[in-house]
């Protein structure tokens, strides 16, 4: 992994799913995908088979993250809903308004693009959604902390039901 990226697992592990926190904690609600694996991580999720990876900087390491998993969950806070609301969008195109210096959505379709994976992961991008920061500060709001957890909730049934498809 490049620097900027952080991750529970070798980089020699193939895993079945990734799910990446993408945001900057120092811009408060701006790290809540962060916080989401953060609280994973404290959950216990993270294993060979599933890959917990925090990403604060260059969106595209998500190129080095798709090489080893067979499908891949960002998480992204997003400026358009209101605070709190998550959004779940399987492979989106278009743009959700993002404080990095591309979206998600279209990092992931260029690399796609690009071919230097294949076959690419199926992906998805789940996206909270946040208040404009207007200050730098560590720490979510309220609203968005409950979020994360429901984040967090719904991601660990992702992960059951993962595994379970991949054993049955």
Excluded: Y
């Excluded at 992994?1 to 799910?19: C, F, K, N, Q, V």
């Excluded at 993270?46 to 969106?59: C, H, I, P, Q």
């Excluded at 080893?68 to 605070?83: C, N, Y």
């Amino acid at each position: 992994m490049r620097s900027g990226a952080t991750e529970s697992t070798d980089e020699t592990t193939r895993a079945r799913l990734a799910i990446v926190g993408v945001g900057n904690t120092l811009a408060g609600n701006d790290g809540v995908g962060v916080r989401v694996v953060e609280m994973l991580h404290g959950r216990g999720r993270g294993s060979r088979e599933v890959l917990l990876v925090t990403l604060e900087g260059d969106l595209f390491d998500l190129e080095d993250i798709a090489r080893r998993t067979g499908r891949l969950i960002v998480v992204d806070s997003w400026v358009g809903g209101e605070p709190g609301e998550i959004l779940v969008e399987k492979a989106p195109h278009g743009s959700r308004n993002s404080f990095h210096q591309a979206d998600v959505s279209s990092v992931l379709h260029a690399l796609e693009a690009l071919g230097h994976v294949t076959p690419f992961p199926d992906w998805e991008v789940w996206c909270i959604g946040i208040p404009v920061p207007d200050r730098l500060e560590e720490g979510l709001s309220p609203e968005v902390e409950i979020a994360a957890i429901e984040a967090a909730d719904g991601l660990e049934r992702e992960i059951d039901g993962h595994l379970h498809e991949q054993t049955a």
